[in-house]
């Protein structure tokens, strides 16, 4: 069965960088499988912030960034925000029309 | 500006049968690629199903037969059809468009509880 792997939770400082990761149980996360990342924060649905791998959504400030870092798909902040507090998901797509989610980082700037 | 809106989610006992509804607005449900996706209580998101333009649907491995989508193109509107509830699919359920391997823009969603 397919996991798709994320740090449960992470914490960084106002104005500092943080990279989250998004791994899978069994081999390494490419381009094939075009990761992208999500960002909810309690009681609002999910708010697309990077797909295809490194492809900012509309609106979504350049402060975020994606990228494949080793065997994993990786979001990076830079210069973090009190409003980047979140819980941040990637997703993959595994081929024959299925998707799978990552389990979710909550994210905490303090 | 595009713009989705799910309804149908309610209270339902065990075994029972749920039509939720995806409707758009600001673009053609037609023309895009729908998915489903749940997040249980407390829980992260997992992906339910896919609609294509072609109307080829495709689901996750733990829907096993109970899950249905369709598309009234004349109501601008998605379904998706859940039955035999469990327990288990007691979940906020979005939809989406689906581009790029994107979901997005998500609707605020529907709750399916799913209780006796």
């Known amino acids: 069965q397919t996991v798709v792997t994320q740090e449960a939770a992470f914490s960084v400082s106002p104005g500092g960088t943080v990279t989250l990761t998004c791994g899978l149980n069994s081999g390494s996360v490419s381009t094939s499988h075009y990761p992208s990342w999500y960002q909810q924060t309690p009681g609002q649905a999910p708010r697309t912030l990077i797909y295809?791998?490194?492809t900012r959504s509309s609106g979504v400030p350049d402060r975020f960034s994606g990228s494949i870092l080793g065997n994993k798909a990786a979001l990076t902040i830079t210069g973090a925000q009190a409003d980047d507090e979140s819980h941040y998901y990637c997703v993959l797509y595994m081929g024959y029309y299925i998707w799978v989610f990552g389990g979710g980082t909550k994210l905490t700037v303090l | 500006e595009v713009h989705l809106v799910e309804s149908g989610g309610g209270l339902i006992q065990p075994g029972g049968s749920l039509r939720l509804s995806c409707t758009g607005s600001g673009f053609v449900v037609s023309n895009n690629h729908i998915s489903w996706v749940r997040q249980a209580p407390g829980k992260g998101l997992e992906w339910v199903s896919i609609?294509?333009?072609?109307?080829?649907?495709h689901y996750a491995d733990f829907v096993r037969g109970r899950f249905t989508m369709s598309r009234d193109n004349s109501k601008n509107t998605v379904y998706l059809q859940i039955n035999n509830l469990r327990a288990d699919d007691t979940a906020v359920y979005y939809c989406a468009p689906t581009a790029a391997h994107r979901f997005d823009p998500w609707g605020q969603g529907t709750l399916v509880t799913v209780s006796s």
């Open positions: 295809s791998t490194n």
């Open positions: 609609i294509y333009i072609d109307g080829d649907q």
